[in-house]
Structures are given as C-alpha cells and as structure tokens.
C-alpha cells in the first residue's frame, strides 16, 4: 500500500472511530433532525455538559459537525448529512445478520 492510500484508509478511519461510541451515535442521530444546543443534548443524554461537549469536540475534530456560538449557548449540527445515511448501512446488516442467526436457529 502506497502512502497515499495509507493517507485515505487512517482518514477513513478517523471518522469511523469518531462514530464508534453510542453516545456519539446519539448525538448524530438527534443532529440529524435538528440543530440543538449542548445543555439540551446533555439532557437528551442523560450526560453532563462537559462529557457531551467532549463528544462533540470528536465529532467536530472528525468534520461530522460543526458548532454556532450564540451568546453563551454553542449550537451544533451536522456538518454533512450524507452521515446519516451510514446509519441505513448499518441498520441493513442488522437485520441481515438477525435473520441469518433466526435460519441458522430455526434449523
């Protein structure tokens, strides 16, 4: 593998490990469907402020969101939904693999 394709595939990476936490999933999905201020997706969460502003930061430093500070609240939302198509991706392989374990049982 060259470097440049070395370049990519950490790149592609990043991003990924960024999403790998279901908090953050969280976080996305509900950007997802609207802009929203930390202290209401600490609330959504169930997390404090500062933990959720720590998830945030990953996802902002993986260029999944960005940030709009307004006054003293900083809003977020998603930089690129295409994102969220992943989560159909994912969904897909849930349910393929539920059912192939179901067949598998079912023997």
Partial sequence: MDEETRNLFRDRAAVMKA????TRLFIVDQLGKRETCVCELATMTGADMSTVSKHLLILKSAGI???D????????R???PCVLKFFDCIEGVLVASAKERLKRYSK
């Fill in 19 to 22: 999403l790998a936490h279901p």
């Fill in 65 to 67: 969101v960005e940030d």
């Fill in 69 to 76: 500070k307004r006054g003293l609240q900083v809003f977020y």
């Fill in 78 to 80: 998603i930089k690129f």
